[in-house]
């Protein structure tokens, strides 16, 4: 069964310092693998998308590697801000004959930023 | 903004009433996907269209329908609306093998 598994629930960290998200994944065939960041009440915004090929990519004050072989997936969010406060949503999309892209997205990450 | 438009922003309604909520994709994207996302849940794919035709179902209710016009918008239509329907409803629009860009969602409150 395709899943993605997101920990921890949630997260709350001073300013300045860093973080990191897991997501763990069994996905197959997989396509891609994106994380995304939604602020509530609003719709998730791209950060950074990778294929089974890349193992970083980096978005500013975000970078996320890929282990395609353990199926994992991490989140680093180096001088949190308050506004880095929201969900954190890691989604595996799987391409599927004929039907296209096929999304899994895991549960999320409620990350806190305080002051 | 993310090119994908959302309408309406918010939508209260009564139950057992019939809504219709639109979603105009961005510009060259042929795919839109329909997501149901109920307070405290994670984001529910509902229901996949690729350049007007149905190409993937995931767990929408039989209330539920949607369709993908000729200019590649898309309507998705709830009746019989339930206390339980009320939830973020997402949108997104994609190219064929490219990224997913979200809409900002139409809160839907069924009272």
């Known amino acids: 069964k395709n899943q993605v598994e997101q920990s921890p629930q949630s997260l709350i960290i001073l300013e300045g310092k860093n973080c990191t998200l897991q997501?763990?994944?069994?996905?197959?065939?997989?396509?891609?693998l994106r994380w995304y960041k939604q602020d509530t009440g609003r719709g998730p915004v791209s950060l950074t998308i990778?294929?089974?090929?890349?193992n970083t990519k980096s978005n500013g004050r975000y970078t996320a590697t890929l282990d395609a072989d353990t199926k994992q997936s991490s989140l680093h969010i180096t001088a949190s801000q308050l506004s880095d406060s929201a969900s954190y949503i890691c989604?595996?999309?799987?391409?599927?004959?004929?039907?296209?892209?096929?999304?899994?997205f895991g549960q999320g990450t409620e990350l806190s930023v305080k002051p | 903004d993310s090119g994908v438009t959302q309408t309406p922003k918010h939508l209260i309604t009564a139950t057992g009433q019939r809504v219709t909520l639109r979603c105009s994709p961005r510009?060259?994207?042929?795919?839109v996907y329909w997501y149901q996302q109920s307070l405290d849940q994670g984001l529910q794919f509902l229901i996949h269209?690729?350049?007007?035709?149905?190409?993937a179902k995931g767990n929408i209710l039989e209330r539920f329908s949607a369709q993908q016009f000729p200019d590649l918008h898309s309507e998705l239509n709830l009746s019989s609306l339930e206390l339980g329907d009320s939830a973020l409803y997402f949108c997104?629009?994609?190219?064929?093998?490219?990224?997913?860009?979200f809409g900002s969602g139409t809160r839907l409150t069924v009272v």
């Open positions: 510009s060259g994207d042929l795919s």
């Open positions: 997104a629009s994609s190219y064929r093998a490219g990224g997913y860009t």
């Open positions: 269209y690729y350049n007007g035709e149905e190409r």
């Open positions: 990778m294929t089974f090929s890349e």
């Open positions: 989604v595996v999309s799987a391409w599927i004959y004929n039907q296209g892209g096929k999304l899994i």
């Open positions: 997501c763990n994944y069994t996905v197959s065939p997989f396509s891609n």
